[in-house]
């Protein structure tokens, strides 16, 4: 499906943190050796959220481009909210470290589409990309680790 | 995606809100439909003279303890109405959505601006500091007070239920005085809301007044004898035959903002990648029914493959734009507001044909709905070709998500066009020139000009501009302006012997 309206990429990137976030509470579920971790991380999809929901609250305006900001094909970047059944801890890290991946790019190609029409929206997006970031290099070490 | 919820459920009894109290209308009901499906949200009363009188008597007798108020008291009641306002942002703006169409991010962009507005009056302390010199003569100080000047009306259109109210009303009440807005009747839902929160923030009874209706409320303000002044933004025909000579009459001041037939001048070394969104915003955003809405382009040059490519980008995109209900996120443009607009706006496509336009995207017939609704009032984009400016489509204004498209071959030439049009509310340029653009506002004569910007609204610390048939009066609403308007130059000058 495509995406156009800033309001529709908002809410996208809602339901992208609540998916991930419950990947991370079942990962904890799961495997109980990276359970703080895991925890830690979809406690702080919650704050993602609110920060790009303060950024559009804040900026939105009926003078820019709001309905015609974006081109986000949202199959590229949706996943699983579990980690597949019956999956070892290597292959779950595995698969939060792709679910990472994708969220980055999702991030990353938002603030470029909005760069020109949304203000502080494009720098949240940003921000969330670069934390994305740091969680994959997270469970890279602790794939090593394994 | 899902459809948001509507916050409006059965039909809603819009009251007049009166020196602090909800109360009724001895008038006549009339029904407001969302244009999205035909369904009767509210039932609205059409406000008789006595009932225009007893606000108008409210905010009288509130007038002297509220001028008496210090300002950074009165500032805290704007700033708790920011809070309440702020608190309330999504209900706000779905309010918006329901009862005018729009899209749900056009609303939380139109509830965004209102607020700011409150934002900036929250400043009053300060903006209505007056000056003074000191030893004009020997011994003798003068000095200038901006003094508060008692009861104002503001008389909102339908297209910006709950911005443009706002534009007005914070900075009066900041200042001193005391309001009695008329909604339009066919929208009155948000600034009931408003005055729902305006209640809750404390103002005293009387200072912020809402009451509903039609031409008996409008000829009474513009006659009443205790209404100082009158901010109105609505069509040209009324701003300059009805509120600007009736307001003269009685001694009023007045702001009138009317109608517009704004141009977007395309330079061939404009960015077609960002200038395509932004005419799409410009032309069909809120389906086109806004005083800064682009009407025509004008297309600089004789580059023929130029032309050509950006006549496709810009047809390509508007044939996607997702039409439907406001409420779905994923709409790009809502109905117009009513079927009388809509029949108006088709009236303007016909007579572009035949004045030797060719439509090259016929929003008549060439668009569909997404979901289930009737097609009532809504149209698609139309794009017509060969305009030429002296055609009605471009001389007069169609409030429609209409486009027409002029050639021309110099700036010169396209300037030329902006000045000879009635209107000079808002024309921009898009170009990567610096020196093509300080021209461009160098030279036109319009009250808000644009450079790489669609939709040129100024933000609520700069006023409102617009020239010629889009404005009558002086000083114009928001920021300082507003709060000239607002109050009288009280020059004082002191000797103590």
Redesign the interface.
Known sequence: MQLNTSASVISFSKQLEADSAAFYQKMAEKYPKGAELFLAFSRENSKYTVMIQRAYYGVITDAIEGCFAFSVETDKYTFEREPAKGLGYTDALNQAIDMEQKLVSFYTDAAEQSEAFMADVPRTFLIVARKRKDRKDKLGTLLKET | ?AILEEPIKGIVEVKNYIDGEWVGSKGEIQDVVNPVNGKVIAKVPISTKEEIDAAVEAGKAAFPDWRRTPPAARARCLFRLKELLEAN?EELSRVQTQEHGK????S???T??GIENVEVACGIPTLMQGYNSEDIASGIDEYLIPTPLGVFGIIGPFN?PF?IPLWSAPYAVAAGNCIVIKPSSEVPLSQMKIAELVDEAGFPPGVWNVVNGGRTVVNRMLDHPDIEGITFVGSTPTAKNVIYPRCGATGKRVIAQGGASNFMVIMPDCSMR?TI??L??SFF??AGQ?C?AGQNVIVVGDDDHFYKEFVKGVVD?ARKI?IGNGLD?????GPVRDAEKKKKILSYISSGIKEGAKIILDGRSDFRIKGDYPDTCFLGATIMEYVRPEMKIVTEEIFGPTMGIIRVKTLDEAIKTCDDNPFHNADAIFTSSGRTAREFKYRVKSGNVGIN?????PMAFFPFSGMRDSFFGILHTQGKEAIRFFTESKVVIERWP
């Open positions: 995606m942002f899209t749900i991010d056009e939380r962009g139109e965004r601006r910006f911005m960002a969104p932004a799409m915003t955003g809120n806004r800064l995109t997702i996120e994923e709409v790009q443009m910007i669609g939709i040129v609204a």
